[in-house]
């Protein structure tokens, strides 16, 4: 049932007192969860949605379908600062007077300078990349007007730390840090309703996106690969996405580990063939569609994600890297 139709899937009480209400936005993900979780004077929301007309009011209608409204919103709680999970949160603050919550880590996401400071280095990251000067210009003139220009939301009301703990119906919610996708990124478990709320670490089709951004770490996929096995534990509770379909989140977790270490023998392998830089290991690994169907945007994204996998085989001493003009990198 992944609604692959271009359906969006309906308002459902996917456990006594949580709600899914599919929100949605532009783009092939077509829709994101927002989860409500009623409490004992209100209830409690998981992420927002995109920040435009029609996220608002599907967002208010289904609601209305779990008997609720934003009056009974007393706070609402966010897996990371991407705008299809941030982008409604300052009208629905407005709306319910609720506070507003997320991992310190993802407040970058908001921020305006910061994007402009790693807008600022990205041009010699892409010359290191081995990018072309045409290629390049291209690229950047994609990031200052999808990234940059898109930031400058107020921040959330407080700051989520790992291991909080929140009152809900039938039970208690708890925070779990799982960086990778986003720096602060926040998992939410509710063991007694047998559900973990999965943000984008964990959907049940795509792999989520893990690439070097404003706020992450050295190494995001060595993050991200750490905390899918943070979540492995939980087995076959119901992992409650972000996007696309529930799944049972630790053998999807699994899947997830498996398939990132056939992408790292993937890179290794065209280096051993002689694609040296990230460019050209990003070129020659696979990707859903041909290199040549992508324009600026993709090729940037998908450079992101093979230099990922480049930084975990450097750590594990299975490449080296030279930093010349651009870096290059071999087999140890
Ligand atoms: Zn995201
Ligand atoms: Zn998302």
């Keep these: 049932m992944a609604y692959l139709d271009g359906g969006i899937p309906p308002v459902e009480e996917v456990r006594p007192g949580i709600w899914s209400i599919p929100v949605p936005m532009h783009g092939p993900l077509r829709y994101v969860y927002v989860y409500a979780l009623v409490l004992d004077d209100g209830a409690l929301l998981l992420d927002a949605g995109p920040g435009d007309d029609a996220a608002f009011s599907a967002l208010e209608a289904g609601l209305a379908t779990a008997g609720l409204s934003f009056d009974a919103i007393r706070g609402v709680l966010f897996t990371h600062g991407h705008l299809d999970h941030y982008g409604l949160a300052q009208r629905v603050k407005e709306a319910s007077g609720a506070w507003t919550a997320m991992h310190e880590a993802e407040a970058i996401e908001l921020d305006v300078r910061a994007y402009r400071d790693f807008g600022a280095s990205l041009e010699g990251t892409l010359r290191e990349f081995g990018v072309g000067d045409e290629e390049r210009t291209a690229m950047m003139d994609v990031w200052s007007?999808?990234?940059?220009?898109?930031r400058g939301f107020p921040p959330p009301d407080r700051f989520v730390g790992d291991g909080r703990r929140f009152d809900v119906a039938g039970g208690t919610l708890v925070a779990v840090l799982t960086p990778g996708h986003a720096p602060g990124h926040l998992c939410f478990v509710h063991e007694e309703a047998g559900v973990v709320f999965t943000g984008d670490?964990?959907?049940?089709?795509?792999?989520?996106?893990?690439?070097?951004?404003?706020?992450s770490s050295g190494s995001p996929l060595a993050d991200y690969m750490t905390a899918l096995e943070r979540v492995v534990p939980y087995g076959d509770l119901l992992?409650?996405?972000?996007?696309?379909?529930?799944?049972?989140?630790g053998p999807?977790?699994?899947?997830?580990?498996?398939?990132?270490?056939?992408?790292l023998a993937e890179a290794a392998s065209a280096i051993g063939d002689g694609h040296l830089t990230v460019r050209s290991v990003a070129e020659r690994m696979t990707w859903t569609s041909p290199w040549s169907a992508y324009g600026p945007f993709d090729w940037m994204m998908a450079m992101r994600e093979a230099y990922a996998h480049l930084i975990v085989l450097?750590?594990?001493g299975t490449l080296t890297r030279e930093h010349g003009h651009p870096h290059t990198w071999a087999h140890r």
Excluded: Q
């Design 252 to 263: 999807r977790a699994l899947e997830l580990l498996d398939h990132h270490e056939e992408r």
């Design 314 to 316: 450097e750590a594990r």
């Design 239 to 249: 992992g409650l996405p972000g996007h696309e379909d529930p799944m049972p989140v």
């Design 201 to 215: 670490h964990v959907l049940s089709l795509t792999t989520p996106n893990v690439g070097i951004s404003p706020g």
């Design 145 to 150: 007007r999808t990234f940059a220009s898109s």
